[in-house]
């Protein structure tokens, strides 16, 4: 397949996930002008369904616990084979792999992405001198937000100045027509007219905090509110025995992975994302884009796409009191969420485009290559 020099994305696996997602449509956006290819340092997923297999090619290396030499060697054969002009390694290990599979005499740039920070984001110092080495004249570092940008300085010295922030963005189109199918999602959510609906989208992972969601809503009883849980992950069975153990389960619905995540969102009153620590989440840009207010954790670039009090409420993590403070305030004031979510869908469709995404990481991509060349 790879006559022509490639675009080479280097990422963990094609499960659901925020990076995994944007990786995929790079791809597809990629793939209409550049063969492309997905090297999965850990395994496949059901994202790979979405891609089109025909200038699209993907390869699994299944790396091994550790720092996996093995995982190394096959990565540069891929690179030998595919032949790539350009690198773009999502998050963290994937770019430490990328940039030892190169060598020391290639001279493919490798454009690392970091989409968001583990919690606790701790300093690693043995990292400092090791990224320095790593990082190439023509390689470049994307941050999603100005918090991550802050923290590959702080916690994992890179400088500055070689860092590019690229806002995440979502596809406008994917959102037309969704309001006409409001009544009938709905309704297959068991949602009467009466009901504020909830929806929280977001991997089942302790770092997505659902719990903080669920004991919020021991204190909304007394409001007909509906919670609607759209994931799967680690945490599914602690989520699932903490929604009987607080007796929610006529308020509470999983709906596991969802293809049709914006009809969901359209059938919604209220956005709620209680992460510990977040990059640029994709899941608030599309509430946003459907015009719901956002109640989310004020942590990493969650501000940086909320506009506190002008689209949606930020509360303390880990806080299921303020939580449902939030909550209640929207759920008992219609006039206040319809203002809020107004603003929300002008400020996702200004900023947060997905065109706008592309047209950035596309500059990057050509600016690479043409200084590698």
Known sequence: MMSERCIL???????YGGAEVLAVRLAQRFSTVYPVGLALIDSGGPLEGHLGR????????GRRPGLDWACVLRLRRILMEWTPAVIIAHQYTPFFYSALARGLRKKVPVVYVEHGRFYPDKKKLRRFLFNRFLLRRHDVIVAVGKAVKHALVEKEGFPASRISVVYNGVDMRRFDGCAEKRNSYRDSLGATPRDVVVVHVARFDPLKDHLTALRAFRYLRDIPMKLILVGDGPTRSEIESTIRSLNLEDCVRILGYREDVPEVLAAGDIFLLTSLNEGIPVTIIEAMMVGLPVVATEVGGVPEIVAKDET??????????????????????CELRTRLGHAGRQRAAALFSEDRMFAEY??????????ST
């Open 312 to 333: 949606g409420l930020l509360v303390s993590p880990g806080n299921p009191e303020e939580t449902a403070k939030a909550l209640r305030r929207l759920a008992t004031d």
């Open 9 to 15: 994305e280097v990422l963990h696996s094609l499960d």
């Open 362 to 371: 596309d500059a990057i991509v050509k600016r690479c290559i043409s200084s």
């Open 54 to 61: 025909e200038r699209i090619r993907t390869a699994v290396i």
